[in-house]
């Protein structure tokens, strides 16, 4: 069963549409995990937030990191502080994708079959 028209006119299946946004959000997900390790980094080494690039970095990823901003509190290990926030938020959103990418699953099956 055709489910959109893409393309100049070629219809794709909703199994096609499914695969094609799951690959789509894992790899944005993949692109923010890494914008959060960067963070991670800098928060443990201590780099001045009030440099143009760490600004800019903390300011982005705080908008991902804002629900679960403090979720439990940071650890100090080595002198350095380990963002906490930034690794529940990490676990949550791919937590989060997987489900929605399950939700999608159990919809097609529900749906087309």
């Given amino acids: 069963m055709a489910f959109f028209s893409v393309f100049g006119g070629q219809n794709i299946s909703f ?3 499914r695969v094609f946004i ?3 959000l894992w ?8 914008f959060f390790s960067l963070r991670l980094a800098l928060v443990f080494f201590d780099a001045n937030p009030q440099t143009f690039v760490v ?3 903390y300011a982005y990823t705080d908008i991902f990191i804002w629900p679960f901003a403090g979720i439990f509190p940071d650890i100090v290990v080595w002198g350095g502080r380990i963002d906490v926030s930034a690794i529940a938020t990490m676990a949550g959103y791919c937590l989060a994708l997987y489900l929605f990418e399950k939700f999608l699953y159990i919809f097609q099956v529900q749906l087309f079959t």
């Fill in 55 to 57: 600004a800019k970095l």
């Fill in 27 to 34: 790899r944005f997900l993949g692109l923010v995990q890494a």
């Fill in 22 to 24: 799951s690959i789509v």
């Fill in 15 to 17: 199994e096609q549409a």
